[in-house]
């Protein structure tokens, strides 16, 4: 194999430079300007400043909605990773069998991917409004006291439904490339073996489909803690009381509604650790049980 | 004709009024004006401001909307902290005490009119508005704008198919209950009663009217270190009334904010309590009979209510590195121009907001608007009752919008059955006071 040596050594510094600097100045300046407002203590408008040591985490692991938000935030990450993941394999497991116009089913399949968060929020809310919502109004008629702006179960089980939605199609598509990168040849040894096809979906399909899985559930779980603060935000604002207020949205009400900007970079910083600690535990752990 | 002088003809007319424009333009000193207010009431405010461009040469006022109150209040101070903040913002009165703390960032409109040399007699604003808006010392912080007050309004037709006088609104909690029930019985609308800002009209005018402390020192007036006090019996009574009306089917809490707003034009709501200026709103939607009223009582507190507490917003005016004194000058005339008694008294008619000043008052009342529209004086009447005590003049708590979301969440756990009334009034004083307390410290570092 011919390998490129460059004899200037500024170039490749030179080449490397546009990504640097989109690093430093998006995340790495952010990051720090968060580190240094997380022991200060400051007002809307950034007139007075205290430094105030570590006393912003110590509130708010003493403060219990906090800990409330960390417990909504689990629950709702879980329920939307297995509902959006689980939904997926299904489908995907369905659209990959020899039927007819299967090439429409998957395209179907991949538009909602294409909504944006408010959008697809808005699509829910006249589904579920209790008002002017279809399935709202349906429950309601039907005896089902329905309101999610008012009961928290019906608004978190909303919220979930609406962002597990929006996933199962990034999920589909790469779990359907996964089935069919599994050789045909592995399948018809099973199938000659008399495997009926449940037992060669858990033995044989599920087993190979490990990586693709494990990638997606990295992703799934950053999107659930991240990526739906627009359709909490357009849905129920983390309401009622603070059933469906979740650690990213917290950051959010703490730093621009309440103008907090001390608790909410230490809720970011929190936060930042939590990513971190989850990279590395899925990188470092999880990733050598995966067969590839 | 050919190609050539068909361009040359069009360049000739795109190029006519640009040549002229730069010259008109920069004669103009311009000022940026952000408001939230939207829908009808925004449209009156683009004309109000049409009106001012128009009616001279020197400056031209550019209005943004910026959505809700507490979002135009947030794009303020964030644009504040980036150097570059709208010259005029419309601040919603729970902003006041945070503006009031805001020191370089807002230049207050006493300090305006001094520099300018612009002069409003600021006397002939009506006390109420004056003195929300007002320092101790009386000098006027920031100019009044939309002020309202809650009043509840009904649905006639709905009241006549339940059997109830449509012309005898209820007066106490316990004539609305009793209507309530009625409506639902006869299932007149789809929810008997509903509340726009809960917190706002039930706790805050509740209290005001009802002569009640909502905080100590004056409600906040009279110092920082003010704490919440409505976990009062009579609070929590209201509160448990609040709660048992849900539970019966008489009352729908329809979100925070104005959010419940849309139910009674639509006609969904029998009953609603709302702020006064939903009037233009209810005129151009409601397909059915309505009108308004004072705010209901409880007559074993206080036998005869006293006046309600504004609300609405005022405009403030804010503070650049760049901003020259030709621009203040402009913002100073805008306001000279909202002062005047046809200004006012035409944004009161065509929005319902209250009329601020005397002057548009009179006018108004001379113009015939009151006959012409019955119960389009009921929120001057409810301003206007009894003696402005300490717990009627207004509020000036710090973070303010805070407190009335966590008011209002506390609230939405007690109407969902995970906590007493008691223990509701309990965590929103606690919670509430905490976040005073950081106000509190803020200000004094």
Same mark, same amino acid.
């Given at each position: 194999?011919?390998?490129?040596?460059?004899?200037?050594?500024?170039?490749?510094?030179?080449?490397?430079?546009?990504?640097?600097?989109?690093?430093?100045?998006?995340?790495?300046?952010?990051?720090?300007?968060?580190?240094?407002?997380?022991?200060?203590?400051?007002?809307?408008?950034?007139?007075?400043?205290?430094?105030?040591?570590?006393?912003?985490?110590?509130?708010?692991?003493?403060?219990?909605?906090?800990?409330?938000?960390?417990?909504?935030?689990?629950?709702?990450?879980?329920?939307?990773?297995?509902?959006?993941?689980?939904?997926?394999?299904?489908?995907?497991?369905?659209?990959?069998?020899?039927?007819?116009?299967?090439?429409?089913?998957?395209?179907?399949?991949?538009?909602?991917?294409?909504?944006?968060?408010?959008?697809?929020?808005?699509?829910?809310?006249?589904?579920?409004?209790?008002?002017?919502?279809?399935?709202?109004?349906?429950?309601?008629?039907?005896?089902?006291?329905?309101?999610?702006?008012?009961?928290?179960?019906?608004?978190?089980?909303?919220?979930?439904?609406?962002?597990?939605?929006?996933?199962?199609?990034?999920?589909?598509?790469?779990?359907?490339?996964?089935?069919?990168?599994?050789?045909?040849?592995?399948?018809?040894?099973?199938?000659?073996?008399?495997?009926?096809?449940?037992?060669?979906?858990?033995?044989?399909?599920?087993?190979?489909?490990?990586?693709?899985?494990?990638?997606?559930?990295?992703?799934?779980?950053?999107?659930?803690?991240?990526?739906?603060?627009?359709?909490?935000?357009?849905?129920?604002?983390?309401?009622?009381?603070?059933?469906?207020?979740?650690?990213?949205?917290?950051?959010?009400?703490?730093?621009?509604?309440?103008?907090?900007?001390?608790?909410?970079?230490?809720?970011?910083?929190?936060?930042?650790?939590?990513?971190?600690?989850?990279?590395?535990?899925?990188?470092?752990?999880?990733?050598?049980?995966?067969?590839? | 004709?050919?190609?050539?002088?068909?361009?040359?003809?069009?360049?000739?007319?795109?190029?006519?009024?640009?040549?002229?424009?730069?010259?008109?333009?920069?004669?103009?000193?311009?000022?940026?004006?952000?408001?939230?207010?939207?829908?009808?009431?925004?449209?009156?405010?683009?004309?109000?401001?049409?009106?001012?461009?128009?009616?001279?040469?020197?400056?031209?006022?550019?209005?943004?909307?910026?959505?809700?109150?507490?979002?135009?209040?947030?794009?303020?101070?964030?644009?504040?902290?980036?150097?570059?903040?709208?010259?005029?913002?419309?601040?919603?009165?729970?902003? !006041?005490?945070?503006?009031?703390?805001?020191?370089?960032?807002?230049?207050?409109?006493?300090?305006?009119?001094?520099?300018?040399?612009?002069?409003?007699?600021?006397?002939?604003?009506?006390?109420?508005?004056?003195?929300?808006?007002?320092?101790?010392?009386?000098?006027?912080?920031?100019?009044?704008?939309?002020?309202?007050?809650?009043?509840?309004?009904?649905?006639?037709?709905?009241?006549?198919?339940?059997?109830?006088?449509?012309?005898?609104?209820?007066?106490?909690?316990?004539?609305?209950?009793?209507?309530?029930?009625?409506?639902?019985?006869?299932?007149?609308?789809?929810?008997?009663?509903?509340?726009?800002?809960?917190?706002?009209?039930?706790?805050?005018?509740?209290?005001?009217?009802?002569?009640?402390?909502?905080? !100590?020192?004056?409600?906040?007036?009279?110092?920082?270190?003010?704490?919440?006090?409505?976990?009062?019996?009579?609070?929590?009574?209201?509160?448990?009334?609040?709660?048992?009306?849900?539970?019966?089917?008489?009352?729908?809490?329809?979100?925070?904010?104005?959010?419940?707003?849309?139910?009674?034009?639509?006609?969904?709501?029998?009953?609603?309590?709302?702020?006064?200026?939903?009037?233009?709103?209810?005129?151009?939607?409601?397909?059915?009979?309505?009108?308004?009223?004072?705010?209901?009582?409880?007559?074993?507190?206080?036998?005869?209510?006293?006046?309600?507490?504004?609300?609405?917003?005022?405009?403030?005016?804010?503070?650049?590195?760049?901003?020259?004194?030709?621009?203040?000058?402009?913002?100073?005339?805008?306001?000279?121009?909202?002062?005047?008694?046809?200004?006012?008294?035409?944004?009161?008619?065509?929005?319902?907001?209250?009329?601020?000043?005397?002057?548009?008052?009179?006018?108004?009342?001379?113009?015939?608007?009151?006959?012409?529209?019955?119960?389009?004086?009921?929120?001057?009447?409810?301003?206007?009752?009894?003696?402005?005590?300490?717990?009627?003049?207004?509020?000036?708590?710090?973070?303010?919008?805070?407190?009335?979301?966590?008011?209002?969440?506390?609230?939405?756990?007690?109407?969902?059955?995970?906590?007493?009334?008691?223990?509701?009034?309990?965590?929103?004083?606690?919670?509430?006071?905490?976040?005073?307390?950081?106000?509190?410290?803020?200000?004094?570092?």
């Amino acid at each position: 194999m011919r390998r490129t040596i460059f004899d200037d050594r500024l170039l490749p510094y030179l080449l490397l430079l546009p990504q640097l600097v989109v690093t430093a100045i998006f995340f790495l300046w952010p990051a720090a300007q968060a580190l240094r407002a997380s022991v200060e203590r400051q007002d809307a408008f950034g007139l007075r400043t205290e430094f105030v040591w570590f006393e912003n985490f110590t509130d708010l692991f003493a403060d219990p909605l906090y800990l409330q938000a960390a417990w909504n935030t689990v629950i709702f990450s879980v329920c939307v990773t297995l509902i959006a993941m689980g939904l997926a394999l299904l489908f995907a497991v369905l659209a990959d069998r020899e039927i007819r116009g299967r090439g429409v089913y998957r395209t179907l399949m991949i538009w909602p991917y294409a909504v944006a968060p408010a959008v697809a929020a808005v699509l829910w809310i006249f589904l579920f409004h209790p008002q002017i919502g279809l399935f709202g109004r349906m429950l309601n008629g039907a005896g089902v006291g329905w309101d999610y702006k008012l009961d928290g179960f019906q608004a978190m089980l909303v919220v979930i439904l609406a962002s597990a939605w929006k996933q199962v199609s990034y999920n589909f598509i790469f779990f359907l490339a996964g089935l069919q990168s599994i050789p045909r040849a592995v399948l018809e040894a099973a199938q000659i073996d008399g495997a009926t096809p449940v037992r060669r979906f858990w033995t044989v399909v599920f087993p190979l489909l490990s990586p693709t899985t494990f990638f997606l559930l990295t992703v799934n779980i950053v999107y659930a803690c991240f990526d739906t603060f627009g359709v909490i935000h357009a849905l129920t604002q983390g309401g009622p009381g603070k059933a469906t207020e979740t650690l990213i949205y917290k950051v959010y009400v703490d730093g621009v509604v309440n103008l907090n900007l001390g608790s909410s970079s230490a809720q970011s910083v929190v936060l930042m650790a939590v990513v971190m600690l989850l990279t590395a535990i899925q990188f470092r752990y999880i990733e050598r049980k995966v067969h590839y | 004709m050919n190609r050539r002088s068909l361009l040359a003809g069009a360049t000739a007319l795109v190029g006519a009024p640009a040549l002229i424009r730069p010259a008109a333009a920069q004669a103009r000193t311009e000022v940026q004006f952000w408001y939230g207010l939207g829908g009808q009431l925004g449209e009156v405010v683009e004309s109000v401001i049409k009106a001012f461009n128009d009616s001279q040469d020197r400056y031209r006022v550019i209005g943004t909307f910026k959505g809700s109150y507490p979002e135009t209040m947030q794009a303020a101070i964030a644009s504040w902290r980036a150097g570059n903040a709208p010259h005029i913002v419309q601040m919603f009165e729970v902003g !006041t005490g945070t503006m009031l703390g805001a020191g370089p960032a807002v230049k207050q409109v006493w300090q305006l009119f001094e520099e300018t040399g612009v002069s409003v007699d600021t006397s002939q604003y009506l006390a109420g508005v004056r003195g929300y808006y007002s320092l101790p010392d009386g000098r006027l912080a920031s100019m009044p704008f939309n002020s309202s007050t809650a009043i509840m309004w009904y649905n006639k037709d709905a009241f006549a198919k339940a059997g109830l006088d449509p012309d005898a609104p209820p007066k106490t909690w316990d004539e609305v209950i009793a209507a309530a029930r009625k409506l639902k019985a006869a299932n007149a609308t789809a929810v008997p009663v509903t509340t726009s800002w809960p917190t706002w009209i039930q706790y805050e005018q509740y209290s005001a009217i009802h002569d009640l402390p909502f905080s !100590t020192k004056a409600n906040g007036f009279a110092g920082l270190d003010t704490e919440l006090k409505i976990n009062s019996p009579a609070h929590v009574k209201h509160t448990t009334r609040l709660m048992e009306m849900a539970k019966e089917g008489l009352f729908r809490y329809a979100g925070r904010d104005n959010a419940p707003d849309p139910l009674f034009p639509s006609g969904e709501a029998a009953i609603a309590f709302a702020s006064a200026g939903l009037r233009g709103r209810v005129a151009q939607e409601a397909k059915f009979a309505w009108a308004d009223a004072v705010l209901p009582y409880d007559p074993e507190i206080k036998a005869d209510p006293i006046n309600g507490v504004i609300g609405g917003a005022s405009l403030w005016v804010m503070t650049a590195p760049s901003r020259k004194p030709e621009e203040y000058k402009a913002v100073a005339e805008f306001f000279r121009f909202l002062s005047q008694p046809e200004v006012d008294a035409s944004w009161h008619q065509r929005t319902g907001y209250v009329p601020i000043t005397q002057g548009g008052y009179e006018l108004s009342r001379k113009q015939g608007y009151y006959e012409k529209n019955p119960g389009a004086d009921v929120p001057i009447i409810q301003l206007t009752r009894g003696t402005m005590t300490d717990n009627s003049r207004g509020f000036r708590l710090g973070r303010f919008v805070e407190i009335r979301n966590i008011i209002q969440e506390e609230l939405e756990k007690g109407l969902q059955g995970q906590q007493t009334a008691q223990q509701a009034m309990d965590n929103a004083v606690t919670r509430g006071n905490r976040v005073l307390r950081e106000f509190e410290r803020a200000q004094r570092t």
